[in-house]
């Protein structure tokens, strides 16, 4: 049985790991209210931006650009978003699981694949199983701008025109709200599914194809940095969550351990009590 000193310094090193945890749930709280905010404030500009590349690929039906034009799939490209860091809870691992799943579906071997890491833990992990990581990026800050996404989102899109892999997959995790995410897999190129809704007619200068031809990189790279700040609120969401049941679960160890010091403390004042009655009464 612990002593009463060992369970007093358990009592301690709790407190103290309950304070860092409580400390790090309120930071991860304040970043998810800003990461939201990007993400939430990004959308007007790709519903926009694909409704305008929809209309423009519609009226551009035999337009033969590389990015529109689906050909034999040899390699497959996985641009893949985790963290650079652990204490995400589920966040990490969701994702990892997710599209490990989806290559064992679609490929036999992994010389099919081609890994794009955006984030330390994904490098780190398909690194370890053996998969080629065509490109990496890591270091990213807690609110990611375009310019820190936009070298590596125009480097993979170049990899698919330049025939290095022949389809793309984007996997993140979409934020739904602080406790909530879903690992979701989109298929960013070749770009066969733009479709629009707007009923807006366009008057094109220069010609469609030469639009397309600068239009169609940055909606790709657009798509990259928008599932990058989705996947940021995601992060710092079950970071928060991680933290505050690291807390609780903190709280209520406390809880036990006070109640077994007591009870420890208790038993010792009981035994001496009783030796000293016992002394006396052996002095009679």
Request: hydrophobic residues 40%; aromatic residues 6%; charged residues 20%.
């Amino acid at each position: 049985m612990a002593s009463l000193r060992d369970i007093e310094n358990r009592i301690k090193s709790t407190k103290k790991t309950s304070q860092i945890t409580k400390a790090m749930q309120m930071v991860s709280a304040s970043k998810l209210t800003r990461a939201e905010m990007n993400a939430k404030a990004f959308v007007p500009y790709m519903d926009k931006i694909q409704e305008v590349v929809g209309s423009i690929a519609a009226s551009s039906s035999n337009s033969n650009h590389p990015m529109l034009v689906t050909r034999p799939v040899k390699k497959t490209g996985y641009i893949v978003i985790t963290s650079d860091r652990g204490l995400v809870g589920g966040y990490n691992a969701h994702i990892l699981r997710g599209v490990t799943r989806a290559i064992e579906e679609r490929h036999s071997s992994k010389d099919e694949v081609s890994i794009v890491a955006i984030g330390g833990k994904g490098e780190e992990f398909f690194s370890r199983l053996g998969f080629d990581i065509i490109d990496s990026l890591t270091g990213l800050s807690d609110h990611p701008s375009f310019g820190e996404v936009k070298e590596i989102a125009n480097r993979a899109v170049g990899m698919f025109t330049e025939g290095v892999y022949d389809e793309v997959y984007l996997c993140y995790n979409h934020f739904i709200s602080a406790i909530s995410s879903e690992v979701t897999e989109t298929k960013l190129l070749p770009l066969t599914e733009i479709t629009s809704a707007s009923t807006t007619a366009y008057e094109f200068e220069p010609s469609s194809e030469e639009i397309l031809e600068v239009l169609l990189p940055q909606y790709a790279e657009s798509l990259i940095y928008g599932a990058v700040l989705d996947g940021k609120a995601s992060e710092h969401a079950s970071s928060m969550t991680a933290m505050k049941t690291a807390t609780d679960n903190a709280s209520d160890l406390i809880d036990s351990l006070t109640l077994s010091f007591n009870r420890a403390r208790q038993a010792a004042i009981t035994q001496q009590i009783t030796e000293i009655v016992g002394g006396v009464a052996a002095l009679e």
